[in-house]
């Protein structure tokens, strides 16, 4: 895939943005809808344009018109990036090699778990050449493309990179 | 020592021992409870505002004050530290509100910060914190207060960057310490100036040595000092930010104790500025242009901790212009009432903000007055007490320092800008209470709000008693030691008033306005100007770094690295060298015989010379 959008992308994330913006000035929502309606009338008047020079034209001109209107403190949603709360529990996420590192008096308070653990361990150890081989075999010459990670392909193995999947943190660690 | 001031000394020990116990606690003891902090923390500061208001009922009583110096620091042919502790009418009635506000902070902090696993730590912190303020309120000599000073601004920093998983955090705890260092350069020139000139660090002593002196240097030194700690116009970018921190923090030490620590230190120090015009006109107009460029910028903020910010930084900038006016006690009146109402307002922004799951935003609010009334409650009054209505706690500090800038003979242009500020305040209370409490919800109705925990009600309510009382109360008790002017025109005196309610009226109707079929866009400059806080932070924190890179990068290159290799060292002498061989390069012409002839002839005339 290439890193181009094609231009019904770029027109709906034009939409997209201008109705956030519009939604930022707009705090009442009946007002709000009211000029979210009138930007939509907008589009879909160009909507059946054929000539792509034209619709090329059209397009950079609400960009322009959003430059100049857009708001200076979009709403920005707390969780988004740009927000008040991303990454607010990053410095509570920790890595699980961590837990190689815990005293045997601790690990003992969790039998079970650790008990566990040696077992997915093996299976990692077991499953990691597989893995490997995979992802060789269908990455491209020039480099991987995507962050995608493929699936499994036969049966009985597991997907290429499963562990840091597999053993994440949570996302609200606390 | 007599017997009144060993109450005093005692006292004061106590509070510091019963805070410091936590602390111990954790050093020596290490419990094992998994949330020991809190509780104990809590009880160490009600037991230490009980004990407080010790020495503030003898103060009431019989207006005693005192001043100890103990255990010797330092002693040196020129400069003697000791400890030293001033118990002045300054520092007698800050200490039992900052107990007060900081004993609601923490129980409210209980409940907010209940889900963190760092739980202890964030409440050793704001202890240590506030042993560092207890020691700057009280501190006697230059010596302590800088310790002190210097233990807020670090704790600042920490406190700041709690979360420092967030790129925003660690940004705006580094601001909060350059732009307090730069202040610092301040202070220490004072300091340095008084043990050059009087060679004492003492402030009895500054006042009696200094009499006859030109104080400007100095002045201007803890007036820089102040302006980095109390983010006046210039070193103000930093308060804004810092409230990437949790609510609970920037309620303590953003409203109420520390920024208010600059204002405090002139008001210690103003003996020396009573007779240099230069600094008070300083104050004065730094103060006037901090309090309405900050409200300005207030005005279109949709973060609610901002807007509460922008206000702090409007009120310090008010205390600036009184203590321009020459008026210290007033300004101190007005930290005392400002750190209830502050306190209280950040409080209830902290339980809306809980209660939305970390909304912030005004935009994505409303209707709260159904869901959290007594938070809503709070909030409004709050915001009226700030506004400087009538006979709550803002009004005694508010309207005493309009009016006795209304009747002083100083600066217009000040008290222009001061009353445009002051109408502001009124506009961007009432737009945070519409937009908050009033209409119906724009957020998603599936969160279960509601206010039944008692750790978030009753630090409400007592702020709330405080904000109400707390202004009458310390007018009442005050000796004031300027004669206020009592007569004034009619207009002049309601003139505080007419331009809030102006203010209410106005951002009224233009809330209102919001909500019709009007047009969407406002005027762009002047909402850009506001919105992007008068562009400071887009220029100023650009130039500055690049400025100091590009200085940086020159004096390795050109400097180090262009001077030592091609100006002084291997690559002059390589191009001196050749220069100069090929200058001489063209007297040799390659005519080997004839050079060697010359030589043979010469060789055989030096002969002959020297055989005749």
Redesign the interface.
């Given at each position: 895939m290439a890193g181009y959008l094609s231009h019904q992308q770029k027109v709906l994330r034009l939409y997209k943005k201008s109705l956030r913006h519009?939604e930022?000035?707009?705090?009442?929502?009946?007002?709000y809808r009211?000029?979210a309606c009138l930007l939509r009338q907008r589009f879909d008047e160009g909507r059946e344009e054929k000539d792509m020079v034209k619709a090329t034209m059209m397009l950079k001109a609400g960009e322009e018109e959003f430059w100049t209107?857009q708001h200076?403190?979009p709403?920005i949603f707390?969780?988004s990036p740009g927000g008040?709360?991303?990454?607010?529990?990053?410095?509570?996420?920790v890595p699980e090699w961590l837990l190689e590192h815990w005293h045997p008096s601790e690990k003992n308070q969790y039998p079970d778990y650790f008990s566990k653990r040696e077992t997915w361990k093996k299976l990692r150890e077991q499953s990691w050449d597989k893995e490997v081989a995979q992802l060789q075999a269908e990455t491209p010459p020039g480099g991987p493309l995507t962050e995608a990670l493929p699936p499994a392909r036969q049966e009985g193995h597991l997907p290429p990179l499963w562990w840091h999947e597999v053993t994440r943190p949570r996302e609200r660690?606390? | 020592m007599p017997p009144m001031a060993l109450i005093y000394t005692s006292s004061l020990l106590l509070m510091l021992t019963i805070l410091i116990y936590p602390l111990i606690m954790l050093l020596f003891c290490n419990p094992q409870e998994k949330n020991w902090a809190p509780l104990h923390v809590k009880m160490a500061v009600k037991t230490a505002f009980l004990i407080s208001t010790v020495p503030l009922s003898l103060f009431l009583n019989s207006g005693m004050q005192t001043t100890t110096s103990s255990w010797t620091w330092m002693v040196t042919t020129t400069l003697d530290v000791t400890l030293g502790f001033k118990f002045d009418y300054y520092s007698i009635m800050f200490i039992p509100i900052a107990l007060y506000v900081t004993w609601s902070i923490l129980e409210f902090a209980m409940w907010y910060m209940h889900?963190?696993?760092n739980i202890n730590r964030f409440f050793i912190y704001l202890l240590v914190f506030l042993v560092a303020m207890l020691i700057l309120v009280t501190a006697n000599n230059f010596f302590q207060l800088f310790i002190g000073w210097e233990g807020v601004g670090i704790m600042s920093f920490l406190l700041i960057g709690w979360?420092?998983?967030?790129?925003d955090a660690n940004t705006a705890a580094l601001q909060a310490v350059i732009y307090n260092r730069v202040g610092d350069i301040g202070l220490i020139l004072s300091m340095a100036w008084m043990t050059a000139n009087i060679s004492s660090w003492d402030i009895q002593q500054a006042f009696i040595l200094t009499k006859n002196l030109d104080m400007t240097l100095p002045l201007l030194g803890l007036i820089l000092a102040a302006t980095g700690k109390s983010a006046q116009f210039g070193l103000h970018p930093w308060l804004p930010a810092a409230m990437e921190g949790p609510t609970p923090v920037s309620a303590l030490l953003h409203s109420s104790t520390m920024v208010v620590a600059g204002i405090f230190l002139l008001i210690r120090l103003s003996p020396l500025m009573e007779n240099n015009q230069t600094a008070l006109t300083l104050c004065l107009c730094l103060g006037a242009l901090t309090t309405l460029f900050t409200a300005t910028c207030a005005l279109?903020?949709?973060?609610i901790k901002k807007i509460i910010a922008f206000s702090t930084s409007s009120q310090l900038g008010l205390m600036m212009v009184t203590i321009g006016l020459n008026q210290p006690q007033l300004a101190f009146l007005h930290i005392c009432t400002h750190a209830f109402f502050k306190a209280m307002l950040f409080l209830c922004s902290g339980s809306v903000i809980h209660s939305l799951?970390?909304?912030?935003?005004i935009?994505?609010m409303g209707g709260l007055h159904h869901l959290t009334p007594v938070t809503s409650s709070c909030l409004t009054i709050g915001s009226l007490a700030l506004t400087g209505t009538p006979f709550l706690a803002g009004f005694f500090s508010k309207d005493a320092i309009l009016e006795a800038l209304n009747t002083s003979h100083l600066n217009a242009w000040a008290l222009t800008l001061t009353l445009i500020a002051t109408s502001f305040t009124a506009i961007y209370s009432l737009r945070v209470i519409y937009?908050v409490t009033m209409?119906i919800p724009?957020f998603s109705s599936l969160t279960p709000i509601n206010e039944n925990n008692s750790a978030v009600i009753n630090p409400l309510k007592r702020l709330a008693w405080g904000s109400i009382l707390g202004g009458m109360l310390l007018i009442l008790n005050t000796d004031l030691n300027k004669t206020p002017i009592l007569t004034m025109p009619t207009e002049l005196k309601l003139m505080a008033l007419t331009v809030s309610i102006m203010g209410l009226l106005t951002a009224f109707e233009l809330a209102k306005m919001?909500?019709?079929?009007m047009k969407?866009?406002p005027l762009k400059l002047p909402?850009?100007f506001t919105?992007?806080l008068g562009f400071f932070p887009s220029i100023f924190h650009r130039i500055s770094p690049q400025l100091s890179l590009l200085m940086g990068y020159h004096i390795t290159t050109r400097t180090v690295d262009q001077t030592w290799m091609e100006k002084i060292g291997p690559q002059m002498l390589s191009n001196t060298m050749t220069q100069i061989s090929s200058s001489s390069n063209d007297i040799q012409q390659g005519l080997i015989k004839t050079y060697l002839i010359l030589f043979l002839l010469t060789l055989i005339l030096v002969v002959m010379v020297l055989t005749i």
């Open positions: 519009i930022s000035w707009c705090i009442f929502r009946d007002k009211f000029y209107n200076p403190q709403y707390p969780d008040t709360s991303y990454e607010r529990y990053e410095c509570y996420k660690p606390t | 889900s963190d696993p979360w420092y998983g967030r790129t279109t903020q949709n973060d799951n970390d909304e912030q935003d935009r994505k937009f209409g724009r919001t909500s019709k079929q969407m866009l909402h850009h919105t992007t």
